[in-house]
């Protein structure tokens, strides 16, 4: 199984692929509880500690800010991890999160949260939600004169971001698998083939998609025979799979081992 995209669902659904012993590779979900549930699931993507890490250094070492505010998604098990790991680290590196308040999936308003937010000046703010909802908090941040910078994770990336966020998500950062400017061989082939095929630049969830499936492919040639237990023990063998988001090695939690970078919108 090829699949799925958000945390929440890979791990409603690797709970029964790890059942039924099916091998299922997560292209995109970055909670560290969906690898988890058992030997049988695998992710093609980094994960949610390291991708926290990423930000909170991003933060306090490029960015120099000391002082940060937390907006997460209370329905999302990738927000709220994402949001635990960012705060733990922004404090280790000797920041301060002046305050932590939520939303849920599917909110339109966002002001009482921007408000409280506004009235502990943070420097930063982070929003580790999906483009959706992040366009629109953007907005109504700028509409309140919230003058911190937004960061976030891996779920802003989509054109959509910037055509629900418009000016108001102009400058701010977050945490991506792949970079369009990339220069390898590999990452520059695939979006060439991608634009030419679909009139537009692929985002990390077509690249980690593209991924996902390479390493099912290339298990597939090495795997003894296709019995679910020998495909699962050639995924678990991944090593160096030239994937366009960078070499592709599973550790021993059949989790990759790769960079991360940071993009400014």
């Not at 009482?112 to 506004?118: A, E, F, H, V, Y």
């Not at 102009?170 to 990339?182: E, I, K, L, P, T």
């Not at 678990?236 to 993009?263: E, Y």
């Amino acid at each position: 199984v090829i699949g799925e995209v958000a945390s929440s669902r890979s791990i409603a659904a690797g709970a029964i692929a790890q059942q039924y012993k099916v091998p299922m590779i997560s292209p995109a979900s970055t909670n560290p509880k969906v690898t988890q549930l058992g030997d049988y699931v695998f992710r093609a993507c980094f994960i949610d500690p390291f991708q926290g890490k990423v930000m909170a250094k991003f933060a306090a070492l490029n960015l120099k800010k000391k002082k940060a505010a937390i907006l997460r998604d209370i329905r999302s098990d990738y927000s709220v991890g994402l949001a635990d790991f960012f705060t733990k680290e922004f404090r280790a590196m000797g920041g301060e999160i002046l305050v932590d308040v939520a939303y849920s999936s599917g909110d339109i308003d966002f002001k009482s949260q921007l408000t409280s937010i506004r009235s502990k000046k943070p420097e930063v703010v982070f929003v580790p939600g999906y483009y959706t909802e992040v366009g629109l908090i953007a907005r109504q941040a700028k509409e309140l004169n919230l003058n911190a910078v937004l960061l976030g994770g891996d779920g802003w990336d989509s054109d959509k971001l910037t055509e629900i966020g418009g000016d108001a998500i102009v400058g701010h950062y977050f945490s991506n698998h792949y970079s369009q400017q990339d220069t390898r061989p590999e990452a520059v082939a695939f979006v060439n083939r991608y634009k030419a095929k679909y009139k537009e630049t692929p985002d990390s969830m077509a690249v980690l998609g593209y991924d996902a499936t390479l390493v099912a492919i290339e298990a597939v040639k090495k795997a003894k025979d296709l019995t679910p237990a020998s495909l699962r023990d050639a995924l678990a063998a991944t090593k160096d799979v030239k994937g366009v988001s960078g070499n592709i090695t599973l550790n021993a939690q059949r989790d990759p081992v790769k960079s991360a970078v940071v993009m400014q919108v």
